[in-house]
Protein backbone atom coordinates (compact mmCIF):
# COMPACT_ATOMS: atom_id res chain seq x y z
CA UNK A 1 0.00 0.00 0.00
CA UNK A 2 2.67 2.63 0.90
CA UNK A 3 4.34 1.48 -2.75
CA UNK A 4 0.61 2.26 -4.40
CA UNK A 5 0.62 5.85 -1.95
CA UNK A 6 4.12 6.50 -3.34
CA UNK A 7 3.60 5.69 -6.92
CA UNK A 8 0.55 7.78 -7.17
CA UNK A 9 2.37 11.03 -5.76
CA UNK A 10 5.03 10.50 -7.64
CA UNK A 11 2.53 10.16 -10.76
CA UNK A 12 0.07 12.98 -9.77
CA UNK A 13 3.14 15.72 -8.87
CA UNK A 14 4.41 15.42 -12.42
CA UNK A 15 1.53 15.60 -14.22
CA UNK A 16 0.74 18.99 -12.19
CA UNK A 17 4.10 19.83 -13.90
CA UNK A 18 3.11 19.04 -17.33
CA UNK A 19 1.85 22.52 -18.17
CA UNK A 20 5.40 23.60 -17.81
CA UNK A 21 6.14 21.77 -21.08
CA UNK A 22 3.32 24.18 -22.82
CA UNK A 23 5.17 26.79 -20.85
CA UNK A 24 8.18 26.83 -22.40
CA UNK A 25 6.58 26.21 -25.97
CA UNK A 26 4.92 29.55 -25.97
CA UNK A 27 6.79 31.81 -23.14
CA UNK A 28 8.25 33.89 -25.95
CA UNK A 29 4.34 35.04 -27.18
CA UNK A 30 2.92 35.50 -23.73
CA UNK A 31 2.98 39.32 -22.31
CA UNK A 32 5.32 40.62 -19.80
CA UNK A 33 2.15 40.39 -17.15
CA UNK A 34 -0.21 37.56 -17.77
CA UNK A 35 -4.18 37.29 -15.97
CA UNK A 36 -4.30 34.97 -13.56
CA UNK A 37 -8.00 36.18 -12.06
CA UNK A 38 -10.87 37.29 -13.69
CA UNK A 39 -14.17 38.96 -12.37
CA UNK A 40 -17.70 37.75 -12.83
CA UNK A 41 -18.31 39.43 -16.50
CA UNK A 42 -14.92 37.50 -17.35
CA UNK A 43 -12.92 40.90 -17.47
CA UNK A 44 -9.05 40.17 -16.11
CA UNK A 45 -8.37 41.48 -12.45
CA UNK A 46 -5.04 40.56 -11.56
CA UNK A 47 -2.07 39.84 -13.08
CA UNK A 48 1.57 38.08 -12.57
CA UNK A 49 4.97 38.90 -14.59
CA UNK A 50 4.75 35.50 -17.05
CA UNK A 51 7.55 33.90 -15.83
CA UNK A 52 5.92 33.50 -12.53
CA UNK A 53 2.37 32.46 -14.50
CA UNK A 54 4.22 30.39 -17.15
CA UNK A 55 6.39 28.51 -14.03
CA UNK A 56 5.83 29.36 -10.62
CA UNK A 57 1.86 27.94 -10.96
CA UNK A 58 2.73 24.81 -11.56
CA UNK A 59 5.37 24.42 -9.24
CA UNK A 60 2.78 25.48 -6.57
CA UNK A 61 0.26 23.11 -7.75
CA UNK A 62 2.59 20.78 -7.39
CA UNK A 63 3.30 21.17 -3.54
CA UNK A 64 -0.21 21.64 -2.87
CA UNK A 65 -0.55 18.23 -4.32
CA UNK A 66 1.85 16.68 -1.82
CA UNK A 67 0.30 18.35 0.73
CA UNK A 68 -3.14 16.88 -0.05
CA UNK A 69 -1.62 13.38 -0.53
CA UNK A 70 0.34 13.33 2.32
CA UNK A 71 -3.14 14.73 4.75
CA UNK A 72 -5.32 11.93 2.52
CA UNK A 73 -2.73 8.73 3.00
CA UNK A 74 -1.77 9.34 6.36
CA UNK A 75 -5.41 9.62 7.51
CA UNK A 76 -5.91 7.21 10.46
CA UNK A 77 -9.46 6.61 9.10
CA UNK A 78 -8.58 7.45 5.68
CA UNK A 79 -10.83 3.58 4.92
CA UNK A 80 -13.72 5.59 6.12
CA UNK A 81 -13.94 8.10 3.58
CA UNK A 82 -15.83 7.46 0.26
CA UNK A 83 -13.41 5.94 -2.16
CA UNK A 84 -14.94 7.94 -5.12
CA UNK A 85 -14.29 11.10 -3.26
CA UNK A 86 -10.79 10.18 -1.99
CA UNK A 87 -9.58 9.70 -5.47
CA UNK A 88 -11.13 12.79 -6.47
CA UNK A 89 -8.91 14.57 -3.77
CA UNK A 90 -5.63 12.56 -5.05
CA UNK A 91 -6.36 13.94 -8.78
CA UNK A 92 -8.13 17.15 -8.11
CA UNK A 93 -5.08 19.22 -7.97
CA UNK A 94 -3.70 17.81 -11.08
CA UNK A 95 -6.86 17.61 -12.93
CA UNK A 96 -6.88 21.66 -12.16
CA UNK A 97 -3.58 22.13 -13.10
CA UNK A 98 -4.24 20.65 -16.43
CA UNK A 99 -7.37 22.27 -17.51
CA UNK A 100 -6.66 26.15 -15.62
CA UNK A 101 -3.18 26.28 -16.84
CA UNK A 102 -3.98 26.39 -20.53
CA UNK A 103 -6.39 28.48 -20.53
CA UNK A 104 -4.43 31.10 -18.55
CA UNK A 105 -1.55 31.06 -20.75
CA UNK A 106 -3.78 30.63 -24.05
CA UNK A 107 -5.88 34.02 -22.90
CA UNK A 108 -3.05 35.84 -22.18
CA UNK A 109 -2.77 35.26 -25.86
CA UNK A 110 -5.66 36.66 -26.71
CA UNK A 111 -8.03 33.85 -26.93
CA UNK A 112 -11.57 34.00 -26.50
CA UNK A 113 -12.19 31.42 -23.94
CA UNK A 114 -15.32 32.57 -21.84
CA UNK A 115 -13.59 31.86 -18.20
CA UNK A 116 -16.80 33.16 -16.64
CA UNK A 117 -18.72 30.40 -17.79
CA UNK A 118 -16.08 27.72 -17.26
CA UNK A 119 -14.85 28.05 -13.95
CA UNK A 120 -18.84 28.13 -12.15
CA UNK A 121 -19.75 24.99 -14.23
CA UNK A 122 -16.51 23.14 -13.18
CA UNK A 123 -17.58 23.81 -9.71
CA UNK A 124 -20.38 23.05 -10.27
CA UNK A 125 -19.99 19.69 -11.46
CA UNK A 126 -17.70 19.08 -8.97
CA UNK A 127 -20.31 20.54 -5.93
CA UNK A 128 -22.68 17.50 -7.83
CA UNK A 129 -20.30 14.53 -7.69
CA UNK A 130 -19.28 15.42 -4.04
CA UNK A 131 -22.75 15.82 -2.95
CA UNK A 132 -23.57 12.50 -4.45
CA UNK A 133 -21.08 10.57 -2.42
CA UNK A 134 -20.86 12.79 1.01
CA UNK A 135 -23.61 10.15 2.94
CA UNK A 136 -21.20 7.68 1.76
CA UNK A 137 -17.95 8.73 3.77
CA UNK A 138 -17.90 7.73 7.46
CA UNK A 139 -16.32 9.44 10.11
CA UNK A 140 -12.51 10.29 8.80
CA UNK A 141 -10.29 13.62 9.46
CA UNK A 142 -9.86 14.41 5.59
CA UNK A 143 -12.81 13.81 3.29
CA UNK A 144 -16.24 15.96 4.51
CA UNK A 145 -17.57 18.19 6.59
CA UNK A 146 -15.37 18.15 9.76
CA UNK A 147 -16.91 19.69 12.70
CA UNK A 148 -16.53 18.95 15.93
CA UNK A 149 -20.06 17.84 16.04
CA UNK A 150 -19.72 15.64 13.08
CA UNK A 151 -16.30 13.85 14.84
CA UNK A 152 -18.01 13.87 18.08
CA UNK A 153 -20.81 11.63 16.82
CA UNK A 154 -21.17 8.85 13.90
CA UNK A 155 -25.21 9.89 13.74
CA UNK A 156 -24.61 13.21 13.84
CA UNK A 157 -22.21 12.86 10.45
CA UNK A 158 -24.17 10.87 9.32
CA UNK A 159 -27.18 12.73 8.98
CA UNK A 160 -25.01 16.05 8.12
CA UNK A 161 -23.58 14.28 5.33
CA UNK A 162 -27.09 13.73 4.14
CA UNK A 163 -28.18 16.91 4.23
CA UNK A 164 -24.90 18.39 2.69
CA UNK A 165 -25.43 15.73 0.13
CA UNK A 166 -28.84 16.79 -1.50
CA UNK A 167 -27.77 20.57 -0.82
CA UNK A 168 -24.53 20.54 -2.72
CA UNK A 169 -26.03 18.35 -5.81
CA UNK A 170 -28.73 21.00 -6.28
CA UNK A 171 -25.99 24.08 -5.47
CA UNK A 172 -24.01 22.40 -7.96
CA UNK A 173 -26.95 22.10 -10.47
CA UNK A 174 -28.03 25.79 -10.00
CA UNK A 175 -24.29 26.58 -10.74
CA UNK A 176 -23.92 24.68 -13.77
CA UNK A 177 -27.64 26.17 -15.10
CA UNK A 178 -26.77 29.87 -14.25
CA UNK A 179 -22.93 29.65 -15.83
CA UNK A 180 -24.90 29.21 -19.22
CA UNK A 181 -27.42 32.09 -18.44
CA UNK A 182 -26.70 35.65 -18.82
CA UNK A 183 -26.70 36.45 -14.93
CA UNK A 184 -24.85 38.36 -12.61
CA UNK A 185 -22.94 35.33 -11.41
CA UNK A 186 -21.45 37.28 -8.14
CA UNK A 187 -25.45 37.88 -7.56
CA UNK A 188 -26.20 34.17 -8.50
CA UNK A 189 -23.63 32.58 -6.96
CA UNK A 190 -21.93 33.96 -3.97
CA UNK A 191 -25.24 33.38 -1.86
CA UNK A 192 -25.14 29.47 -3.08
CA UNK A 193 -21.24 29.25 -2.19
CA UNK A 194 -22.17 30.97 1.67
CA UNK A 195 -25.29 28.41 1.93
CA UNK A 196 -24.05 25.28 1.04
CA UNK A 197 -21.20 26.27 3.51
CA UNK A 198 -23.33 27.58 6.24
CA UNK A 199 -26.11 25.28 5.91
CA UNK A 200 -24.27 21.84 7.13
CA UNK A 201 -22.41 23.42 10.00
CA UNK A 202 -25.67 25.12 11.48
CA UNK A 203 -27.90 21.64 10.66
CA UNK A 204 -25.05 20.02 12.35
CA UNK A 205 -24.93 22.25 15.95
CA UNK A 206 -28.98 21.87 15.78
CA UNK A 207 -28.12 18.11 16.33
CA UNK A 208 -25.46 18.46 18.65
CA UNK A 209 -27.89 20.86 20.76
CA UNK A 210 -30.63 18.06 20.42
CA UNK A 211 -28.37 15.25 21.90
CA UNK A 212 -27.39 13.80 18.72
Known sequence: MRKKNSSMLVLTTLICLLPIILSMTLYSQLPEQVAVHWDAAGNPDNYVPKAVAAFMLPLITAVINVIVNVGLNNDPKKMNAAPVLRTMGLWLVPALSLILMPITLFKAMGAELPIQTIAPALVGMLLVITGNY??????????????????????????????????????????????????????AIVPVIILIAAAPAIYSFSLFKKGV
Open 134 to 187: LPKSKQNYTVGIKLPWTLNSQDNWNKTHRFAGYLWMAGGAFMILTAFLKVNLAI
